[in-house]
């Protein structure tokens, strides 16, 4: 059974700092793994999806990573600004589970100006 | 696209009431999911569809939950009789083979009395 955690729950950053989130899975024979933003109250809007095969994602200043070895995922925001605050949540699925996603609990991000 | 589409945005009901959250997908997609989300748990998935066909149902909880997809673009999540516990945001997600990208809908906040 696949398992994901999001270390840290929470981060707070000034306004122009890059940071990085971390993602951790269980089941390496992952099929893919998407990386998605929620707001307070709002639904989840999809940022990256990382297939299998691949190793890394890039949406403009967003950039994901996937190893499979070690069994994680990273999401890079660069010159964080005041609308990134938000939560992030890795998702993840194996080759056994299909389509079935499996969700980390999230990281709350407030970036300050 | 006007996006997964679901209703009703917001349900107040009381316990041993039933009660059936509708979701639309997005056209063209041939997969559809119903996730639910609270503090304690955080999101999980509850049951998901393929071209209206259910293919994975083991996340929900007991026989008090049913879901339906009888056509491509309508699916119902029901809840007969509701408890309390069964509180939370309800999302509906749909997305497309093979790019698996799933795109949410705004969420149905249930609170049963």
């Known amino acids: 059974k696949q398992e994901v955690t999001q270390i840290p729950a929470a981060l707070s950053v000034p306004e122009g700092e890059n940071l990085v989130l971390n993602c951790s899975f269980t089941?390496?024979?992952?099929?893919?793994l998407q990386w998605f933003r929620q707001d307070p109250g709002k639904g989840l809007t999809s940022l990256l999806l990382?297939?299998?095969?691949?190793r890394e994602q890039t949406s403009g200043r967003l950039n994901a990573s996937l190893d499979k070895s070690s069994g994680r995922s990273t999401l890079y925001i660069a010159a964080s600004q005041p609308g990134d605050s938000a939560t992030y949540l890795c998702a993840a699925s194996s080759e056994t589970s299909g389509s079935r996603l499996t969700f980390g609990e999230g990281t709350q991000l407030t970036v300050n100006p | 696209d006007a996006g997964v589409i679901q209703s009703p945005r917001h349900e107040v009901t009381e316990m041993g009431q039933e009660v059936t959250l509708r979701c639309k997908p997005i056209s063209g997609h041939d997969y559809l999911f119903w996730y639910r989300q609270t503090m304690m748990r955080g999101l999980e998935l509850l049951i998901y569809f393929n071209n209206n066909v259910p293919i994975d149902d083991s996340g929900m909880p007991e026989d008090r939950f049913s879901a339906k997809m009888p056509n491509a673009s309508f699916s119902t999540l029901k809840i007969q009789p509701s408890e309390p516990r069964d509180s939370a945001v309800y999302f509906c997600?749909?997305?497309?083979?093979?790019?698996?990208?799933?795109?949410f809908g705004p969420g149905t906040r249930l609170l049963v009395l």
């Open positions: 089941d390496s024979a992952i099929y893919n």
């Open positions: 990382i297939q299998s095969s691949q």
């Open positions: 997600a749909s997305s497309e083979f093979p790019t698996q990208t799933q795109y």
